[in-house]
């Protein structure tokens, strides 16, 4: 199994990190599933608008819901997450290199989310690199088996142990 995991503390700057390693993977030929998060500001709120693509070549889903300018609630639409995971889900026969999840997030620490298809995709024999934060980091690992391995918040040390391991 070849199934690693980064994190990164700032606002934003894991989606950011993740999202140019897929454009790189994709540029070097690689074959990406999975999402990486596309984060927007917005001028009326200090929270962005939160979107996922799904890739390689899929479609942009809004992932945020606007609860207004002052809340502090989850904003993750359900119904939208199901989409991205249907999505990638149906884009998954056609077979990738690499499995890419911008968030092992409290719905995969529950049971749900993308968990299913991170298992398939670790089972397919292909890389598996999920982010992750503090939170939820314990129940990754004993997702993985405890066999995911920490990959430094870094691109080219990203790209780097997706090649040594390929």
């Excluded at 001028?43 to 992932?63: A, E, T």
């Excluded at 129940?139 to 040594?164: C, H, M, Y």
Aim: charge should be negative; hydrophobic fraction near 35%.
């Amino acid at each position: 199994m070849k199934i690693g995991y980064t994190k990164k503390s700032g606002h934003g700057e894991l989606d950011l990190l993740l999202a140019g390693v897929a454009d790189k993977l994709e540029a070097a030929g690689k074959r990406c599933m999975g999402i990486v998060q596309i984060n927007s500001d917005r001028g009326d709120c200090r929270r962005c608008d939160m979107d996922v693509q799904v890739l390689s070549g899929g479609r942009k889903i809004r992932i945020s819901q606007n609860l207004g300018k002052d809340s502090r609630g989850c904003r993750l639409n359900p119904e939208a997450m199901a989409e991205a995971i249907a999505d990638v889900e149906q884009r998954m026969p056609s077979g990738y290199d690499v499995f890419l999840l911008n968030k092992f997030g409290k719905q995969e620490a529950e049971g749900k989310g993308f968990r299913e298809l991170l298992g398939e995709a670790a089972g397919s024999g292909a890389f598996v690199l999920v982010g992750t934060n503090g939170l939820n980091e314990d129940a990754f690992i004993e997702f993985s088996g405890n066999v995911a391995e920490f990959i430094e918040p870094d691109e080219e040390k990203i790209l780097n142990w997706l090649s040594q391991t390929n």
